[in-house]
C-alpha cells in the first residue's frame, strides 16, 4: 500500500476540546483555473477510466469489469487475467449496437436516477454462478455473452421495456420484468415466458417500489429460489397513492411523466409478497399484518437458507425478520429490532452460512456501533462475529469459515479485515484475531472469488483517487489497469477533531495561501442523514480546492444526524432538522475560527446541495450573523413535500408531529432573508422536485425579499453535463466573490 506524507495528511487519533491537528503547511502552486473546471467536468471527476464493478469469477482466474474512457461516459466490459496480469476488452456497445445510438425507456432513466448512474454503455453485468455466462443490458434488449468463445447472443424477449434481468441460479434461465409482470428466458429452449400475469401501471409485479429504491437501497422486486423452482415477487398497488407529474418546460412537446409519489401523512404504496413456480401454478402470498408494517425493507432467498423478509412498521421504529415458508406463504419471526427513533436498514442481512446459522447486523446488543452477529434458525443469538464498528460484510467463504468484510476505523475512514468464524455448532470464536487486508488511512471495500483465492479491493486514500487491487493465494498484489486522467496535485486537506462533541472537521486553502492574510470562508456542508461529507479521500476535495482556489477557505462539518459515531450520534437528528445541523454547523465554524486566523469568520459563505441546500438555505435565513451569502441546491423546502420512508423516518408522522414538520420548513423563514441567496434546481427532478424551489421564490417575493434563482433545464437531481458543471461553478464562485469580498491583511 502506498504511505501518505505526514506533511500532508495529519490524522488525529483522540478527541479534545481544541483541534488535535493543524493544517499542513500551504504547497506554493498554480491555483487551479477554469481549464481544471473543464476537465473536472468532461472527466466526471477523473473517473471516467477507473474500473468499475470488478467481479472475480468463481474460479478466481479472471476478474471482469467495466471502463470507459476517459472523457467518454459510456462503460465497455474487460476481462483481467489474474496468472498473466494481462487485460483484454470483451465487448464494447459500439460492437453491440453496430453503430446505433443507444435508446433507453422513460423507466430505464427513473431506474438509473434511483441508482445515481450518469454513465451510458453497460452500466452492469452478471456473471452466471459457474462463470462461463455473462448477462448483459443494453438500449432496452439482452444479451449473453460465453466467455469460452466471445459470443454474442440477444436474448428475444419480445416488445416492451426490459428491467432488472437476472440469471437463475443454475444460470440456464434468465428472468426479468416487462410490462410490469415478471418474465423468464430459457437458454436452451430460446424461448421466454411470462411467470407472474396480470401487472399493470398501478398494479406491478416484480418491480421495487419508488421508496424502496430511492430511501432503502432495494431496487429489485422479485427474488429466485436457490433451486431455480420458485420466484418470490413483490406485488405493489399503487391505487390511492398520490401521482405527480414531471413537466420539463424546456420541452412543452413532451408529455409529463407520471410518478407515484407517497408524501408524509398521505397513503402509501400496498406492498405484499407472492411465490409461484417458475412452470406455472398458483402464487401463494406471504402472511403478515400488513396494516401494522407497511415497508418491505429487504427479501433473501440465500443458497444456503430459506425465504426470508425484513418489516418496518410506519414509523420505522421496529424491524421484522421473518421466515416464510414458500409453499404455504406462513411465516415465523426470526428477530425484531426497535428503536425509539428509527431502525436501521441493512440490505445484505440475514445471510445464511449454513441451513442452520446465519448473519446479522444488530445496533441493539448494547453497542453503540453496529456489530455482525451469528444466530441459530429460531433467531437465537450464538455469539458475535465482529463486535462493534462493523460497516459491510463483503464475502463468506462456509468453506473455510471465513468472513470478508469492512469496518468503520472512525467516520472518515474504512478498513477491510479477513477473519475466521465458526459457522457450526457453538459460537464463533471471538479470540480469533482479524488479519487486516488494507491500510486504515483510506476508504476500502471488497469483492472476492466463492473461494476466497482471489480478492480484489477498492481503495482510495487523501492523495490516491480510487484503485483497484487484486490479491490472490499466492500472495500476488496487482491492480487493475487504469486508463483515467490524474489531477495531478496532492491534497491539502487537514483534517480535525473540535470541542467538547468532537466534531470531525476539514479545512481546505487555497494553494497559493498567504500566512498573513485573511480570507473568506466557504462552508461546503451536507449535514443530513446517510451521508459523510468529510472523508479521507481525494475525489470529494477535488472541486473543493478548486473553489478554495478562487481565494477562499473551504471548510466540512459533520454535525450530529450524519452515520459513522453510533446510536446517540446518529439519532440526535430525529425530530430536529431545523435545529440540530445548524447548531452543530455553527459551534464547528466557531472552533475553527478560534483555531485558524487565517479564517474571516466575518465574511463566511455556505453551499450544498439535497439535503445540503436545505442546509445551505436554512443557514442564511436562520442565521444571518453567520452566514453573509448562500448558494442552495435543489433544496428541500418543505418536508410535506418530500416522500415518506425518508421523511416520516426522521421527522414524524401527520398530523400528530405537524409543529416538528413546521419547525423544518423554510417557507415560514421567507421574510427573514437578508442576505444574498442563489437558488439552483434541475427542472426535471423527480426526486426533490422543482416545485420545492418553486414553493420557496414564491415565499419570498411575497415577502419582498432580494434573491436569484438559476433553473437548470430538463436536468434532474444529477448535473453530469460537462458544460452544466463547469458553468454552474464559476456561477458559485462569482457569487461568493461578489458577496463575501476579497482578502484581507491580518
Known sequence: MPKFSPALFLVPLAISPVCSADPAPAQKGKPLDASFLRLYAETRGFMLGRPVNPKPTPDGKAVLFLRAEPKVPKLKLYEFDVASGQTKELLSPEAVLKGAEEKLSPEEKARRERMRVSVGGFTSFQLSDDGKLILLSLSGKLYVVTRADGSVRELETGPGTILDPKFSPGGSMVAYVRDHDVNVYDLAKGKAFAVTKGGTEKVTHGLAEFVAQEEMGRFSGYWWSPDSKFIAFEEADHEGVEQWFVADPAKPDQPPLPQYYPRPGKKNVKVQLGIVPVTGGETVWADWDRQQYEYVASVRWDELGPLTIQLQDRK?????????????????????????????????????????????????????????????????????????????????????????????????????????????????????????????????????????????????????????????????????????LDPGFPSLTAFGQFGDEGFYTAVLRPRDFQPNKRYPVILDVYGGPHHLHVTMEKRPWLLAQWLAD????????????????????????????????????????????????????????????????????????????????????????????????????????????????????????????ERPLLLVHGTADDNVYFRHTLRLTDALFRAGKEFEVLPLPSLTHMVPDPVVTERLWTRIAGHFKKHLGEVKER
Open 316 to 484: 420505522q421504529q421496529e424491524l421484522l425478520l421473518l421466515l416464510i415458508d414458500p409453499l404455504t406463504g406462513r411465516t415465523k419471526k426470526l428477530l425484531r429490532e426497535a428503536d425509539r427513533a428509527f431502525v436501521n436498514i441493512h440490505q445484505s442481512m440475514p445471510h445464511w452460512v449454513s441451513g442452520s446459522r446465519f448473519l446479522w447486523v444488530s445496533e441493539s446488543a448494547g453497542d453503540q456501533t453496529p456489530s455482525l452477529t451469528l444466530h441459530d434458525r429460531t433467531g437465537k443469538l450464538l455469539g458475535y462475529c465482529v463486535k462493534g464498528r462493523f460497516h459491510s460484510l463483503n464475502s463468506v467463504n462456509t468453506d473455510r469459515r471465513e468472513i470478508i468484510y469492512t469496518a468503520q476505523e472512525d467516520p472518515r475512514r474504512t478498513a477491510v479485515y479477513r477473519k475466521q468464524i465458526a459457522t457450526g455448532e457453538g459460537a464463533p470464536n471471538m479470540n480469533q484475531e482479524p488479519v487486516l487486508l488494507t491500510d486504515r488511512w483510506g476508504n476500502h471495500s471488497a469483492v472476492a472469488s466463492r473461494g476466497h483465492d482471489v480478492i480484489v479491493l477498492t481503495s482510495t486514500g487523501v492523495d490516491q483517487m480510487p484503485y483497484y487491487r487484486v490479491l490472490d493465494k499466492e500472495g500476488k498484489d496487482v491492480r487493475l489497469p487504469s486508463v483515467a
Open 550 to 673: 478562487q481565494g477562499f477557505i473551504v471548510v466540512r462539518i459533520e454535525n450530529r444526524g450524519t452515520p459513522g459515531r453510533g446510536r446517540d450520534w446518529e439519532r440526535a437528528i430525529y425530530r430536529n432538522f431545523g435545529s440540530v445541523p445548524l447548531e452543530d454547523q455553527v459551534a464547528g465554524l466557531k472552533l475553527l475560527g478560534e483555531k485558524f486566523p487565517e479564517m474571516d469568520l466575518e465574511s463566511v459563505g455556505v453551499v450544498g446541495w439535497s439535503f445540503g441546500g436545505y442546509m445551505s438555505a436554512l443557514a442564511v435565513l436562520k442565521r444571518p450573523d453567520i452566514f453573509k451569502a448562500a448558494v442552495a441546491g435543489a433544496p428541500v423546502t418543505d418536508w410535506e413535500d418530500y416522500d415518506t420512508h425518508y421523511t416520516e423516518r426522521y421527522l414524524g408522522l401527520l398530523p400528530a408531529a405537524k409543529r416538528t414538520y413546521e419547525e423544518a420548513s423554510l417557507l415560514p423563514l421567507a421574510p427573514k432573508l
